[in-house]
T-cell receptor, first 112, second 114 residues
Framework: DAKTTQPNSMESNEEEPVHLPCNHS???????IHWYRQLPSQGPEYVIH???SNVNNRMASLAIAEDRKSSTLILHRATLRDAAVYYC?????????????FGKGTLLTVNP | DAMVIQNPRYQVTQFGKPVTLSCSQT?????MYWYQQKSSQAPKLLFH???????NEADTPDNFQSRRPNTSFCFLDIRSPGLGDAAMYLC?????????????FGPGTRLTVT
């Protein structure tokens, strides 16, 4: 799997938007960009994924750069429950893409 | 309603005493995965099943085995747990292994080895 680079930590205030960046300069044309998060003492939770176009779901939005070398996960209004480690993971369509290769992720702290 | 269920949530075993962790799913997904997550580390895949086909990661120790008797259930067997096997064990499912499909995780079983 191609590598991603994320900041080690970020901080936000409750009810404010949060933009979590991810760089993936070696992404290939068939790599999907996945985001998962892991709350303390819980299993990882799927957040969102996309290929080329921006994506929205009930949890978040995913903004993908035109050259696909970076992406941003957007939480529109952070809550205390959003405090977690956020992982940006690339998964290819085809090949040995069956697994999620987790990096260190970004630890998001949400202040009340 | 829980979609990926892991039992027990906490398991204590003795050094060298075999232990089995279980996972069940209500999603009817084809693929089931077992990940190991040690303290302050990211999850790491041990193996996965696509239907009945077992796929082992190259660096998974022989001490770890798995069984999938049917679509809904998957078991992780640790034949002779060592202190280094203390970790959170995560079960996940996916409809397929292609990169466009997401994985759904259970809450994990935290294994302590005494």
């Amino acid at each position: 799997d191609a590598k991603t680079t994320q900041p080690n930590s970020m901080e936000s205030n409750e009810e404010e938007p949060v933009h979590l960046p991810c760089n993936h300069s070696t992404i290939s044309g068939t790599d999907y960009i996945h985001w998962y998060r892991q709350l303390p003492s819980q299993g990882p939770e799927y957040v969102i994924h996309g290929l080329t176009s921006n994506v929205n779901n009930r949890m978040a939005s995913l903004a993908i750069a035109e050259d696909r070398k970076s992406s941003t996960l957007i939480l529109h209004r952070a809550t205390l429950r959003d405090a977690a480690v956020y992982y940006c993971i690339l998964r290819a369509f085809g090949g040995s893409n069956y697994k999620l290769t987790f990096g260190k992720g970004t630890l998001l702290t949400v202040n009340p | 309603d829980a979609m990926v269920i892991q039992n027990p949530r906490y398991q204590v075993t003795q050094f060298g005493k075999p232990v089995t962790l279980s996972c069940s799913q209500t999603l009817n997904h084809n693929v089931m995965y077992w990940y190991q997550q040690k303290s302050s580390q990211a999850p790491k895949l041990l193996f996965h099943y696509y239907d009945k086909d077992f796929n082992n990661e190259a660096d998974t120790p022989d001490n770890f085995q798995s069984r999938r008797p049917n679509t809904s259930f998957c078991f992780l067997d640790i034949r002779s747990p060592g202190l280094g096997d203390a970790a959170m064990y995560l079960c996940a499912t996916s409809r397929d292994t292609e990169g466009s499909y997401e994985q759904y995780f259970g809450p994990g079983t935290r294994l302590t080895v005494t």
